[in-house]
């Protein structure tokens, strides 16, 4: 199998409800290839930001295995997912097992003076992308992206999914968003959690 062919990704049938809640999910499966862009779209409440946790690690599941390769994380505000009182710089080499690369930085349109400052000194857009180098520092086969360009301007939303498409010989990518038209944009497929849901309500689970 090529190296782009590699399965990232692999969950099967997933059951997953939160203590005196609703059942978010149930027999869920999927499977994501390195090369390629999945979706995960629907409103909120529909367990998009669940099924992150549940692929980091951080919530286990009732029933079903998740099985994954190396993970990078990008979260939807790039202000809370940095430690205000430390460099950007120092915060990315406590988690990276990758070297830094200057040919990385400069694609990503950061510098190693602005690498340095703290997180409230960077715009949202620089900001964002330092969440992205710091995704790649750490060697991922798989790249977990939730809602990543919903705090950032339109032509920051833009030019920040064409630096994470361009990943995609090197990993794969799970796109969580509530965005449609981002979506259909960006991925080879798109899973509506909204969609999931009125099937299981249809047949009374």
């Known amino acids: 199998m090529r190296k782009e062919e590699e399965t990232v990704l692999r969950i099967e049938g997933l059951s997953f409800a939160y203590p005196d809640s609703r059942q978010i999910y149930d027999g869920f499966s999927l499977e994501l290839?390195?090369?390629?862009?999945?979706?995960?779209?629907?409103?909120?409440g529909?367990?998009?930001?669940?099924?992150?946790?549940l692929i980091a690690g951080n919530l286990k599941p009732q029933k079903g295995r998740i099985e994954h390769g190396r993970l990078g994380w990008i979260f939807q505000d790039p202000y809370s997912s940095f430690h205000p009182s430390y460099?950007?710089?120092?915060?990315?080499?406590?988690?990276?097992?990758l070297p830094e690369d200057p040919r990385q930085v400069a694609a990503l349109g950061l510098d190693r003076d602005l690498l340095g400052k703290y997180p409230h000194e960077l715009s949202g857009g620089q900001l964002q992308r330092c969440s992205i180098l710091r995704?790649?520092?750490?060697?991922?086969?798989?790249?977990l992206c939730d809602e990543p360009t919903?705090?950032?301007?339109?032509?920051t939303q833009l030019e920040t999914m064409k630096l994470l498409i361009k990943l995609l010989d090197r990993v794969g990518i799970l796109?969580?968003?509530?965005?449609?038209?981002?979506?259909?944009w960006a991925c080879d497929r798109i899973i509506d959690l909204?969609?999931?849901?009125?099937?299981?309500?249809r047949l009374g689970v």
């Open 135 to 143: 995704a790649l520092r750490m060697d991922p086969d798989l790249l």
């Open 46 to 53: 529909s367990g998009k930001s669940t099924l992150f946790e």
């Open 175 to 184: 796109l969580i968003t509530h965005d449609m038209d981002l979506a259909r």
């Open 33 to 44: 290839r390195r090369g390629e862009c999945l979706g995960i779209v629907g409103p909120s």
């Open 150 to 155: 919903s705090a950032l301007d339109n032509i």
């Open 194 to 201: 909204s969609l999931l849901q009125e099937s299981s309500e």
């Open 87 to 97: 460099p950007i710089d120092r915060q990315i080499d406590e988690v990276a097992t």
